[in-house]
């Protein structure tokens, strides 16, 4: 059974950082792309960042680049987001996202999806 397993989420004001943590298990971690996605209310879900399998290559999406780092851990099974400069308009759930082979950068390349964690920035 593939578990991704996701913390750090919460509240901040704005202009805070949080560090997202998502723990995988039930998969060769090393050989899967991760990814982060997000879902503000009424709006679709969204890429935020991904990272290559072999942690050489970095994609973000405009919003994110230059404020949000992704990083992953191999040995600990675990990716990461560090978000700095946080927004009101980052409020969102967050997603991580395994692909095999993939970043990902699209849903369709995600094989398998944390559940989810909340978080907003506000004053």
């Known amino acids: 059974q593939v578990q991704l397993v996701e913390s750090g989420g919460g509240m901040v004001q704005a202009g805070g950082s949080l560090r997202l943590s998502c723990a995988a298990s039930?998969?060769?971690?090393?050989?899967?792309?991760m990814g982060w996605f997000r879902q503000a209310p009424g709006k679709e879900r969204e890429f935020v960042a991904g990272i290559s399998w072999t942690g050489g290559n970095t994609y973000y999406a405009d919003s994110a680049k230059g404020r949000f780092t992704i990083s992953r851990d191999n040995p600990k099974n675990t990716v990461y987001l560090h978000m700095n400069s946080l927004k009101p308009e980052d409020t969102a759930v967050y997603y991580c996202g395994a692909g095999y082979r993939a970043g990902p950068r699209t849903g369709s390349q995600v094989d398998y999806w944390g559940q989810g964690t909340q978080v907003t920035g506000s004053s």
């Open positions: 039930g998969l060769t971690f090393r050989t899967y792309g």
